[in-house]
């Protein structure tokens, strides 16, 4: 339903009458047959959403502004390509996808302030949105509150699991267990040095990292050290680093600390080379601010590499280039963003609804086979069923596929014997 | 005139106008969404409103006002967060009946010095006496030393960056970066459904009213005129006999008890809490609000925290990735032109205005003459 001109034909009274006789077969009303996929709004939209015959509302709820936005415009960018295609395809229930855009501002109780904002006043069908954990635990009361639902993008601490939630990036179990036992296995590594930036994400996939290196792979933590976010003095930890030499050096230092780090690595005499590094948050984002110089040699463990080998990945690097821009890369993140309108998308087709409690019952099962990470499929727990991958840093700030799981990992938010 | 404690006439006026705005306009136009946005912002409005008495009339600048609206809004939600981690709402952790975000820190148990945050009167009581005491041990070792001006300001700010390391390294205890999220009971009585936001709404309107009168009772006695004499020359107040420090001590502590209260609505009203208003850049915008509104007027800065706030909503909503440059533009428009905030347009335009159109229909104002109370100026 693509045309202008079929907005006239469903008159307010036609609506009422549809509404009406939402029992009686709708096209027989109706005199195009571009209507039969398109199913009365009364009946796909119980709960008052911004649904309109033509039309359905989503919010985009990202940092366009702050010390976030670096990292979250690449999810924006993703979420409007992902959109404009799925438009392009027919939309939603023969519904074409409007957003609202809001910026989180890098300020988490903006982001709870933004969330209520789309939910109450815009009546959006769903969200996507949120980057941080700390952005997510402020929206997360709200879409509790007023059933919204949230598609989040971002590789994450697990320990969470929401109706409200589909979670489109790796848990921390997904993205940690098969790099250890991969590095543990290839390089016979024993010992481990982790260093992270101080808040709950690195923390607890140290934390679990570490059970998994003592208990599993009966190796040793040799040190585990934590700086502030936005730190930038990383001396100490190095002079630590080559006094005890271990084996591994794992990393959960993000944002701007990276830039720091990697270079101070280097300048003071560790070859990545020689020195297995393993890293789960560094993407090809991250190496633009790093250096492709800097960080060659280390390994990052992930779920997806924009070098990627796959049809989807063909597709879809080209077509956002082609949208944003020649010299865009996109990481990871930026793909499990991409992800999220299409998932919602399938779940509304295959609930039949736009009601939110249909789509979190529907989730489980919804299958995407066109993303560019391959094939994902949604879990009862509302995370995503997907593969873990190694990847090794090269001059070009992109990343060469060194390993990747034979199956897709099953995620696991709240791991037994890991907490 | 008749120069009551609290106010002249046409500071009662002001209050009046300001009292039908806050309990009849706003809630009466306003959705409920709206409602509980303006709800936030005048949680920066008692802040503001400290500032008056401590920059405004007493000379001493504090960028660091976050920290006690910080320790008041902790204060609330750990009381708050206490109440939302019963065993039955934690069972799935691996110690239930402690916050969330201490179980993920694997702590097993609850720290001590949270234990007396399960009593209300205590919490409410440690809102007001904790950031007040900590106001006093600042304030007594500054300015007992004659510690003051530009100095006074940058400790200001480093104690605001110092709490707010303290609070984001020690996350175990006070939910680090993330902050304490989800809270959602006072005392059984769910804070979160739309009626709840109304009645805390005009709770917080009261609160303010109160805090108003006890600003406007500290600026028409002895101490304001002792604050401002000071603000001036303040060795001829010194060679008085007064004791500049005591004074200064409580108009710091005043500010920083305003302030608490500030932090603590903003905790029942957003239902939230987290460092990032405790840091040097809330601390700084809190200036700000008082800047734009005018140091010098009680009222003033309260209009100025709201219009800057809605102005950063409203931009933001509109231009989600320019707005910032167009608040940015707001603030350098508003201090290069009118130094003294909105009160400074007020008074210097509007009110004499208003006040010519009244006096040309009434031919003779009984004791009341022309210009001589000007609102937003300082009287004295």
Same mark, same amino acid.
């Given at each position: 339903?693509?045309?202008? $001109? ?8 036609? =609506? ?30 119980? $709960? ?5 015959? $033509? ?42 996808? #409007? ?154 230092? *993000? ?27 560094? $993407? ?44 865009? *890369? ?35 099962? *919804? ?19 997907? #593969?873990? =991958? ?18 897709? *990992? ?10 | 005139?008749?120069?009551? %404690? ?27 969404? %709206? ?114 001006? !530009? ?32 809270? %959602? ?50 060795? %001829? ?80 909503? !509109? ?62």
């Amino acid at each position: 339903m693509s045309d202008e $001109t079929n907005k006239g034909l469903l008159s307010p009274l036609r =609506r009422k009458l549809l509404m009406g006789m939402a029992a009686v077969p709708a096209i027989t009303m109706l005199p195009r047959t571009s209507f039969a996929q398109t199913p009365a709004t009364s009946a796909v939209n119980t $709960t008052g959403l911004a649904v309109t015959d $033509t039309e359905v509302t989503v919010g985009i709820l990202h940092s366009a502004t702050g010390t976030m936005a670096i990292s979250e415009t690449g999810s924006i960018e993703a979420e409007k390509l992902a959109i404009e295609q799925i438009n392009a395809a027919g939309g939603v229930l023969g519904r074409k996808i #409007k957003f609202i855009q809001e910026d989180g501002a890098s300020d988490w109780p903006t982001f709870a302030e933004k969330a209520k904002k789309l939910l109450v006043n815009d009546k959006v069908a769903a969200i996507m949105g949120c980057w941080t954990s700390a952005s997510r635990k402020a929206v997360l009361p709200v879409v509790e509150q007023y059933n919204g639902m949230l598609y989040y993008p971002t590789f994450y601490e697990g320990l969470e699991q929401s109706k409200n939630v589909i979670y489109t990036g790796q848990e921390a179990t997904q993205q940690i267990l098969a790099g250890l036992n991969w590095i543990a296995k290839e390089k016979g590594a024993k010992t481990f040095f982790f260093i992270g930036s101080d808040y709950i994400w690195p923390r607890t996939s140290n934390k679990i990292a570490r059970k998994h290196v003592e208990n599993v792979l009966k190796g040793k933590v040799v040190g585990e050290e934590y700086y502030p976010l936005g730190n930038t003095q990383f001396n100490s930890v190095i002079n630590k680093i080559k006094l005890t030499k271990p084996d591994v050096i794992f990393t959960d230092v *993000v944002g701007g600390s990276n830039v720091a780090f990697y270079k101070q690595l280097k300048a003071a005499g560790i070859d990545l080379a020689k020195q297995p590094l393993l890293t789960i948050s560094v $993407t090809e984002d991250e190496i633009d601010g790093i250096g492709g110089e800097n960080i060659a040699g280390a390994y990052a463990c992930m779920k997806y590499f924009q070098s990627l080998d796959n049809p989807n990945n063909k597709a879809f690097v080209p077509a956002f280039k082609k949208m944003w821009g020649e010299k865009t *890369v996109i990481g990871d993140v930026t793909q499990a963003a991409y992800l999220g309108p299409w998932l919602w998308k399938l779940t509304v087709e295959k609930a039949g609804s736009f009601d939110v409690d249909k789509i979190a019952a529907a989730s489980p099962g *919804v299958e995407f086979k066109g993303a560019p990470e391959g094939y994902v499929r949604i879990h009862e727990n509302h995370h995503l069923w997907s #593969k873990t =991958r190694v990847g090794r840093a090269k001059l070009d700030g992109q990343f060469e596929l060194i390993y990747e799981t034979a199956d897709l *990992v099953e995620p696991d938010p709240f791991p037994k014997g890991y907490q | 005139m008749t120069d009551n %404690r609290f106010f002249n006439r046409s500071e009662l006026i002001g209050i009046l106008v300001l009292a039908v705005f806050l309990v009849a306009v706003l809630p009466l136009t306003l959705d409920v969404f %709206r409602l509980n946005l303006v709800a936030k912002y005048l949680t920066y409005a008692f802040v503001a409103l400290g500032l008056v008495i401590c920059w405004g009339y007493g000379g001493i600048l504090s960028l660091g006002q976050g920290v006690f609206f910080g320790l008041g809004g902790y204060c609330m939600a750990m009381f708050l967060k206490l109440e939302a981690s019963s065993v039955e709402n934690t069972k799935i952790q691996s110690t239930p009946g402690i916050p969330d975000f201490m179980d993920w820190n694997q702590l097993t148990a609850l720290p001590f010095f949270w234990k007396p945050f399960h009593s209300l009167t205590f919490t409410v009581a440690a809102i007001v006496l904790v950031p007040g005491i900590f106001a006093l041990i600042i304030g007594t070792a500054m300015f007992k030393r004659r510690v003051g001006g !530009t100095y006074f300001a940058i400790i200001t700010q480093a104690v605001a960056a110092i709490l707010t390391i303290l609070i984001v390294g020690q996350q175990g205890y006070t939910g680090g970066i993330n902050g304490m999220t989800d809270l %959602r009971t006072l005392k059984g009585w769910d804070i979160r459904p739309d009626h709840a936001k109304i009645a805390l709404y005009f709770f917080e309107v009261g609160c303010l009213f109160v805090c108003i009168m006890i600003a406007q009772f500290v600026r028409h006695s002895k101490l304001g005129r002792i604050l401002v004499a000071m603000r001036e020359k303040e060795d %001829r107040v010194r060679f008085s006999g007064y004791s500049v420090a005591n004074f200064k001590i409580f108009a710091f502590c005043i500010a920083a008890v305003f302030a608490a209260v500030g932090g603590a609505m903003f905790a029942l009203n957003v239902g939230f809490m987290s460092p990032s208003f405790v840091g040097i850049v809330p601390s700084i915008e809190m200036v700000i609000y008082t800047a734009v509104g005018g140091r010098l007027s009680i009222l003033g800065a309260i209009y100025g925290t709201l219009l800057v706030n809605f102005a950063k909503t409203s931009l933001s909503e !509109t231009f989600p990735e320019l707005w910032l440059f167009g608040l940015g533009g707001l603030f350098i428009a508003v201090v290069l032109a009118f130094p003294n905030g909105l009160a400074g347009i007020w008074g210097d335009y509007v009110q004499p205005r208003i006040e010519r159109l009244i006096a040309s229909r009434k031919p003779k104002p009984e004791g009341w003459t022309d210009g001589s109370v000007a609102d937003g100026a300082p009287a004295e």
